[in-house]
């Protein structure tokens, strides 16, 4: 879902003002921002998916345990 969203929504947004910055429209800074929180959503979310991951296999496990206990 995030690789769909980025290339829908983040991809082409940071094209069209990087495009901008080319043409004088926008700073070079404004890009670099850009940049800089680009790449500080993505280490975070990387953080944060990485906290999830472990607590979300402990309940993956616990449910697949009780559907197995279950004899229809």
């Known amino acids: 879902m995030g690789t769909i969203a980025f290339t829908l929504f983040v991809d082409p947004t940071s094209s069209m003002i990087t495009d901008q910055a080319i043409h004088g429209k926008r ?26 991951l472990y607590p979300a296999a402990v309940v993956i496990e616990v449910v697949a345990r009780f559907a197995g206990q279950i004899h229809f």
């Open 27 to 52: 700073s070079i800074q404004e890009v670099r921002s850009m940049v800089f929180y680009l790449s500080l959503t993505a280490i975070i979310g990387s953080l944060l998916s990485q906290a999830i």
